[in-house]
């Protein structure tokens, strides 16, 4: 009985939304019947709730089958809603935590046309200077955040990306060309991380991953950076499987489909 009543009592709000819920979880299409059952309301309020959910688009009745579907006017709030959201609100979290971790300095960016944008930032605990600076734009094809957001690009936006990357040698260790940059992003594609071994900076090395939207697109990337000179090999692989738990979490956020 308790359940019953959890069900039907409450707001009109509450029961539109049950109703919508049902109807968005279902693993399959459900006839008015089985939402009657699902929610215990009424018939009649039942049928008035889902008239006015069907009129504003957020449930779809099938004539033909008399079958409830989500509405299309779902997916339009959903689009609203994701491009009204902050990376930086949905990322915070994730930024101390790794501050907290590692104690280096922690990077938040996104990719506009070839270039990479700083739009968050941590500082190191330690003593560090560093080129980048929120706000700030840098190369995309020699910074573990740019690399980590190009591997994931489509074919037709890194064609267009790439023709952006000067491609300037700043160390020893800078992709020079298109071929080089392209046998890096094929790692990352595969592991998810990113790495700047000393290749915009001499001294200064990063572990990166990219943070994907819905639609499973490279939207952000995160990074931790620190000197070499006091990052050993087992540290700088730590900081790998940090960076990437992170983005992962966050890509799940925004809405990415998981894959390994």
């Given at each position: 009985?308790?359940e019953?009543?959890?069900?039907?009592?409450?707001?009109?709000?509450?029961?539109a939304?049950?109703?919508?819920?049902?109807v968005?979880?279902a693993?399959?299409?459900?006839?008015?019947?089985?939402?009657?059952?699902k929610?215990?309301?009424?018939?009649a309020t039942?049928?008035?709730?889902l008239?006015?959910l069907?009129?504003?688009?957020?449930?779809?009745f099938?004539?033909?089958?008399?079958?409830y579907?989500?509405?299309?006017?779902?997916?339009?709030?959903?689009h609203?809603?994701?491009?009204?959201?902050?990376?930086?609100?949905?990322?915070?979290?994730?930024?101390?935590?790794?501050?907290?971790?590692?104690?280096?300095?922690?990077?938040?960016?996104?990719?506009?046309?070839?270039?990479?944008?700083?739009?968050?930032?941590?500082?190191s605990?330690?003593?560090?200077?560093?080129?980048?600076?929120?706000?700030?734009?840098?190369?995309?094809?020699?910074?573990?955040?740019?690399?980590?957001?190009?591997?994931f690009?489509?074919?037709?936006?890194l064609?267009a990306a790439?023709?952006e990357?000067?491609?300037?040698?700043?160390?020893?260790?800078?992709?020079?060309?298109?071929?080089m940059l392209?046998?890096?992003?094929?790692k990352?594609?595969?592991?998810?991380?990113s790495?700047d071994?000393?290749?915009?900076?001499?001294g200064?090395?990063?572990?990166?991953?990219?943070?994907?939207?819905?639609?499973?697109?490279?939207?952000?990337?995160?990074s931790?950076?620190?000197?070499?000179?006091?990052?050993?090999d087992?540290r700088?692989?730590?900081?790998?499987?940090?960076?990437?738990?992170?983005?992962?979490?966050?890509?799940?956020?925004?809405g990415?489909?998981?894959s390994n």
């Amino acid at each position: 009985m308790a359940e019953q009543e959890s069900k039907s009592g409450g707001s009109s709000l509450d029961k539109a939304l049950n109703l919508l819920q049902e109807v968005c979880v279902a693993e399959v299409p459900l006839r008015f019947a089985d939402l009657v059952e699902k929610t215990d309301l009424p018939k009649a309020t039942a049928h008035r709730i889902l008239m006015s959910l069907t009129e504003k688009g957020l449930v779809r009745f099938d004539e033909f089958t008399q079958l409830y579907h989500p509405g299309y006017g779902l997916l339009e709030l959903a689009h609203q809603a994701w491009a009204k959201i902050d990376i930086r609100d949905i990322a915070a979290d994730q930024i101390k935590y790794l501050w907290d971790e590692t104690g280096e300095t922690i990077h938040l960016a996104v990719l506009d046309r070839g270039d990479v944008i700083y739009i968050d930032k941590l500082e190191s605990q330690k003593s560090l200077r560093l080129f980048s600076a929120v706000g700030k734009k840098g190369p995309a094809y020699c910074t573990g955040v740019g690399k980590a957001m190009l591997a994931f690009l489509s074919e037709d936006q890194l064609v267009a990306a790439i023709k952006e990357q000067s491609f300037t040698k700043h160390t020893d260790t800078t992709l020079i060309n298109e071929q080089m940059l392209r046998d890096d992003l094929i790692k990352i594609r595969e592991s998810k991380v990113s790495l700047d071994l000393e290749e915009h900076e001499e001294g200064i090395q990063c572990a990166a991953s990219v943070i994907l939207n819905h639609r499973n697109e490279p939207i952000a990337a995160l990074s931790i950076t620190a000197p070499k000179f006091r990052v050993d090999d087992a540290r700088f692989q730590h900081f790998q499987t940090l960076v990437k738990e992170a983005c992962m979490k966050v890509s799940t956020r925004m809405g990415a489909m998981a894959s390994n």
